[in-house]
């Protein structure tokens, strides 16, 4: 059974803080994704990645970095967070690149810049 | 890049009946198209897919059909339940990658019992 865990269901920050936001799963999963989920805009890609070191910049990339360091797990960095990006934020795991696989995801992280 | 739009953005129907729910794609290469549902405080999780060499797939009460030359493709979800009632997502991968997916905006549906 694939799990994926989020460091925190919960986050209060202020505008300018560094805030790491970490994801782990336990399957040898080789991609790894972020995202942020918000209301009428569905799930939106931030970075992916598909091997340690390795990373892609997806849709919303701005404002965001990304670390995988090891396989197993990922790391979103916000810089210097502000307000527009408080927000409800998803880590994905998927297989392997060789086929369409399942993307399976965490259990959310709220993140609140205040 | 890939855009995704997905209608409509709720719905609400009567136990027992039928729901349907339509995305469109841009992105003629695409060529996986799955379904993701979220329930309230939980993870989106995966219900159906469909690959771009089939028609239609079935599982249960929940069906896909995909219409490549339209680039369209539908949820079809037969005598509903209350435990229907949640976030449904399409989605579809861009040309060129396995892994990455580009999702719709989201249907919020609600079963009235």
């Known amino acids: 059974d694939v799990k994926v865990t989020q460091s925190s269901r919960y986050l209060v920050k202020r505008t300018g803080e560094k805030v790491f936001l970490e994801c782990v799963q336990d399957?040898?999963?080789?991609?790894m994704f972020w995202y942020r989920q918000d209301p009428g805009l569905g799930l939106r890609l931030i970075y992916f990645?598909?091997?340690?070191?390795?990373?892609e910049k997806g849709d919303i990339p701005e404002g965001y970095s990304v670390s995988r360091e090891k396989k197993e797990r990922f790391s979103l960095i916000l810089e210097s967070a502000s307000t527009n990006q408080t927000s409800m934020y998803l880590c994905a795991s998927s297989l392997s690149q060789a086929v369409y696989n399942e993307q399976f995801f965490g259990p959310g992280t709220r993140l609140t810049v205040l | 890049g890939e855009n995704v739009e997905q209608h409509p953005s709720t719905l609400s129907v009567q136990e027992g009946d039928s729901a349907v729910i339509k995305c469109t794609y841009s992105?003629?290469?695409?060529?996986?198209f799955p379904w993701y549902k979220q329930e309230l405080g939980k993870r989106p999780q995966l219900i159906i897919d469909?690959?771009?060499?089939?028609g239609e797939k079935k599982d249960q009460r929940i069906a896909v059909t995909l219409n490549k030359t339209a680039k369209h493709f539908s949820l079809h979800i037969t005598e509903t339940q209350p435990e229907d009632s949640a976030v449904y997502f399409c989605a579809a991968t861009p040309s060129g990658s396995a892994r990455q997916l580009t999702f719709g905006s989201g249907t919020q549906l609600t079963v009235l019992p």
């Open positions: 990645s598909y091997d340690v070191k390795m990373k």
């Open positions: 992105d003629s290469a695409s060529n996986y």
């Open positions: 469909i690959r771009s060499n089939v």
């Open positions: 399957m040898d999963h080789e991609n």
